[in-house]
């Protein structure tokens, strides 16, 4: 993490658990982990236009984690993105609460509504899926690729 990517996290807490979490299961840790952050501000205002729904927080799970690793944790260089690694985990709030962009016309494999909220820090697009839930949503990927990659080539899944 840059020191300005440092910096834009510092006015949320939940950074440095989210970074801490993926770094234990990084490390191999099977541990069970769910940390939660309340919806608020800009993001709580998105979700309820978006999606009429009140709600109140999003999480992100061990299961969540180790996806994100499996699928974006190494070789998207063939792609065109860069690598996720434990600390681009404490992005997550501000990439939620900061957003530049949000796209909500995607659905998961089993055809919930899920969406995609981006943010350029330096050059680099972070994004972060939030999809399912009734008051609660999970980030349940992750991803980081250049500003001038399409959003769509950034995010795909091999």
Same mark, same amino acid.
């Given at each position: =993490?840059?020191?300005?990517?440092?910096? $834009? %996290?510092? @006015?949320?807490?939940?950074? +440095?658990?989210? !970074?801490?979490?993926?770094?234990?299961?990084? @490390? /191999?840790?099977?541990s069970p982990v769910k940390i939660e952050m309340v919806v608020k501000g800009r993001l709580y205002a998105e979700l309820?236009? =978006? $999606?009429? &729904?009140?709600?109140? #927080? %999003?999480? $992100?799970?061990?299961?969540?984690?180790?996806?994100? &690793?499996?699928?974006? /944790? #190494?070789?998207? !260089?063939?792609?065109?993105?860069?690598?996720?690694?434990?600390?681009?985990?404490?992005?997550?709030?501000?990439? $939620? @609460?900061?957003?530049?962009? %949000?796209?909500? +016309?995607?659905? +998961?494999?089993?055809?919930?509504?899920?969406?995609?909220?981006? &943010?350029?820090?330096? /050059?680099?697009?972070?994004l972060a899926a939030v999809e399912r839930g009734i008051t609660k949503w999970k980030c349940g990927h992750s991803g &980081?690729?250049? #500003?001038? %990659?399409?959003?769509?080539?950034?995010?795909? #899944?091999?």
């Amino acid at each position: =993490m840059t020191d300005r990517e440092k910096e $834009l %996290v510092k @006015n949320y807490p939940e950074a +440095d658990a989210f !970074a801490g979490a993926a770094a234990n299961v990084w @490390n /191999g840790s099977a541990s069970p982990v769910k940390i939660e952050m309340v919806v608020k501000g800009r993001l709580y205002a998105e979700l309820k236009k =978006m $999606l009429n &729904k009140d709600i109140q #927080s %999003v999480f $992100l799970t061990d299961s969540d984690i180790r996806h994100i &690793k499996k699928k974006h /944790g #190494s070789n998207e !260089a063939a792609r065109g993105q860069e690598n996720i690694t434990p600390d681009d985990f404490a992005l997550i709030p501000l990439v $939620l @609460n900061e957003f530049d962009k %949000v796209e909500h +016309d995607l659905t +998961d494999k089993m055809g919930n509504k899920k969406l995609l909220f981006q &943010k350029n820090c330096g /050059g680099l697009i972070y994004l972060a899926a939030v999809e399912r839930g009734i008051t609660k949503w999970k980030c349940g990927h992750s991803g &980081k690729c250049a #500003s001038q %990659v399409p959003r769509a080539d950034c995010f795909q #899944s091999p």
